[in-house]
């Protein structure tokens, strides 16, 4: 398994119970493709530098995880299709 980080934006809107849902979704997909949470770190309401889908704020997220390479795909399939998130990138930590 390699280690990887994923930097989330979810749209600023939401009310807080659905915020902390939205992170627990994306932990269960780290779970569900065979991978374990490391650590998640909840960085606030932030400036974008553009607007994306009308939203000039986003909510950011840094989770730190490990995840057999061959399920990355899958997990970006699942992440692709949830509109509520604005934007992720998952980046692999050297090691």
């Known amino acids: 398994m390699n280690e990887y980080e994923i930097v989330h934006v979810i749209k600023p809107d939401l009310p807080n119970e659905k915020q902390v849902l939205k ?3 994306i932990h269960s997909l ?21 607007e994306i889908n009308h939203y ?16 990355v795909e899958s997990l970006k399939e699942r992440l692709n299709i949830d509109e509520e998130i604005l934007r992720y990138q998952i980046v692999r930590q050297d090691q």
């Open 23 to 25: 992170v627990e979704r």
């Open 56 to 71: 000039s704020e986003g909510l950011y997220g840094l989770t730190t995880f490990r995840l057999p390479p061959q399920s």
């Open 30 to 50: 780290i779970a569900e493709n065979g991978g374990e949470v490391k650590n998640n770190e909840d960085w606030g309401k932030r400036i974008l530098a553009y």
